[in-house]
């Protein structure tokens, strides 16, 4: 019962509502369409990939571990610690990783865990970054909590101002999400701002999770992690989930395989969360996840294709609709006026699709949503059809 009344409560997904936009609405083109509103990698993950997998066709019989094999886990703690610079030994892989069935449904099942039913005798507030990853507004609502919007806008640097949230707020606040590189911005948080979220969660006692999975799509800088803030911090990783993916790392979304790393006594709840029914991940998978977090090369190759669409993108739409170079993912976030009038334009004359930005985001307490007016672009197609769309897209706007 409670979970369909906040189901209806939660409304539609972002895509849902884009198809309904327009379904009624037949392109006056005969060009090829092209989804420009979907973030999904379109380049190939490394040979080796397969290959790891069928070499490890044995173990499709076994029930995998579902807190990760010893292998996956070392892979992760020790990726970590050399993207990171993290000082040796201070992961455990015992303690400081948990393989997941993708990151989403981590970030999911996480909230289940982090939001009581009462925080401070009130109801629990979950902080968002406004706009937003979807999952995170879909978790915190299934989970019963209050949701208080973020706005991250140019005046915030496209990053949730933290300071701005009222003390009384912060001393109910359960759970705060925040995403670096951000989807959909492309901005990145420094070591500075880091730090000041965490101290705010160690003070307030709640959760930070902080969903890192475009770390490795970077322009011009690796951008920091929450790990690195906190040793820099210097009290272990309490109050801290850090979220990584091979979905665009690897270009492996299909291979539905993450982890999640940060506080060991959080970890270890959720690992028991889990057992109880969350997905595991088969070990040939797991196996093929360890070789890639094992190498960096295809990594570097991808994330120079990535920079050579916003090359491109910078070349057409420079100087328009409020282009900026994203420091980090793979996205474009336009100044288009009306969002969902532009993306009905884009579609009927030139069948391209982009996500309107006011569904990433909701109505903040002055009743403004961050993401109207803009439109979220995904920079994942070969550069030829990317240039041709880029071309249709400013010819109609
Ligand atoms: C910000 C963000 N976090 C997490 C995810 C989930 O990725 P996956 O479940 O493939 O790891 C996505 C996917 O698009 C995303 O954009």
Redesign the pocket.
């Known amino acids: 019962m409670l979970i369909n009344e906040r189901l209806d409560r939660l409304g539609e997904n972002p895509f849902t509502r884009l198809n309904a936009l327009l379904a009624p609405i037949a392109p006056r083109t005969n060009q090829r369409p092209v989804l420009l509103s979907v ?1 999904e990698p379109q380049h190939a993950p490394p040979a080796f990939l397969a290959e790891t997998i069928a070499s490890n066709s044995d173990l499709w019989n076994r029930y995998p571990p579902v807190q990760g094999t010893d292998d996956y886990r070392l892979a992760v703690t020790e990726w970590l610690t050399r993207r990171y610079d993290l000082a040796p030994g201070s992961l455990d892989p015992a303690r400081h990783a948990l393989v997941l069935s ?4 981590g ?1 999911y099942l996480a909230t289940q865990m982090a939001v009581p039913q009462v925080e401070q005798g009130k109801k629990p507030v979950v902080l968002l970054p406004n706009p937003f ?1 979807l ?1 995170y507004r879909g978790a915190a609502s299934m989970a019963g909590a209050e949701i208080v919007p973020m706005p991250a806008t140019r005046e915030t640097g496209f990053l949730p101002d933290f300071d701005a949230v009222p003390p009384a707020t912060l001393e109910r606040t359960s759970l705060a999400f925040l ?1 670096s590189p951000a ?1 959909p911005q492309g901005a990145i948080a420094s070591l500075d701002y880091l730090k000041r979220a965490i101290t705010l969660a160690r003070e307030y006692d709640f959760t930070l999770i902080v ?1 890192e ?2 770390s490795e799509i970077w322009d011009k800088a690796p951008p920091t992690g929450a790990l690195e803030a906190c040793q820099a911090l210097g009290q272990g990783f309490a109050n801290v989930l850090v ?1 990584h ?1 091979l ?1 665009k790392r690897s270009n492996a ?1 299909g291979l ?1 395989c ?1 982890f999640v790393t940060g506080d060991e006594t959080l970890l270890a709840r959720f690992q028991r969360f889990r057992s109880f029914g969350a997905s595991q991940v088969p070990m040939p998978i797991q196996a093929g996840a360890a070789a890639l977090w094992r190498e960096e090369s295809h990594v570097e190759a991808n994330r120079a294709l990535y920079r050579t669409k916003i090359d491109i993108a910078e070349r057409l739409l420079g100087g328009r609709f409020g282009f900026y170079r994203p420091e980090g993912g793979f996205f474009l976030w336009l100044e288009v006026g009306d969002s969902e009038a532009a993306a009905r334009r884009l579609w009927q004359e030139a069948a391209i699709k982009t996500l309107p930005g006011n569904y990433i985001g909701v109505p903040d307490a002055s009743g403004r949503n961050p993401g109207d007016g803009f439109l979220r672009v995904a920079l994942v197609h070969d550069e030829t059809t990317l240039t041709e769309a880029l071309e249709r897209l400013v010819q109609v706007l």
């Open positions: 973030g993708g990151t989403k449904e970030l990853y999952v995403c989807n969903d999975c475009y979220f993916s979905s979304a539905r993450g």
